[in-house]
Nanobody, 125 residues
């Protein structure tokens, strides 16, 4: 079982930055795949970024070069550094975890088993 709690959301003007955090608690140790997803109003949830236990990362094309996913294993925390924010980045951001994953993992919802409640990010123009 994995529990995830996000924080760090807020309102920012276009061009600004935010850093999201996700506190991860779990009852087993070992390899784990972590990811960030977002849902804009009236739209489906979409993948933002993912990172595995080997530090390999994947990003959605829309955030490549602007967002950085990272993890601090000592603190059991996942981060999403977001720079050059745009109004289209607005949405509810959720972190996700997959204790069991393939080395050929895909940044897709079905790859993840556990989800946080989310933190709202609003970018104004």
């Amino acid at each position: 079982q994995v529990q995830l709690v996000e924080s760090g959301g807020g309102s920012v003007q276009a061009g600004g930055s935010l850093r999201l955090s996700c506190a991860v608690s779990r009852y087993t140790s070992g390899r784990i795949l972590m990811g960030w997803f977002r849902r804009a109003p009236g739209k489906d949830r979409e993948a933002v970024a993912g990172i595995d236990s080997d530090g390999r990362t994947k990003y959605a094309d829309s955030v490549e070069g602007r967002f950085t996913i990272s993890q601090d294993n000592a603190k059991n925390t996942l981060y999403l550094e977001m720079n050059s924010l745009k109004p289209e980045d607005t949405g509810m951001y959720s972190c996700a975890a997959a204790p069991f994953y393939l080395s050929s993992w895909q940044l897709l919802e079905r790859s993840f088993q556990f989800w946080g409640q989310g933190t709202q990010v609003t970018v104004s123009s």
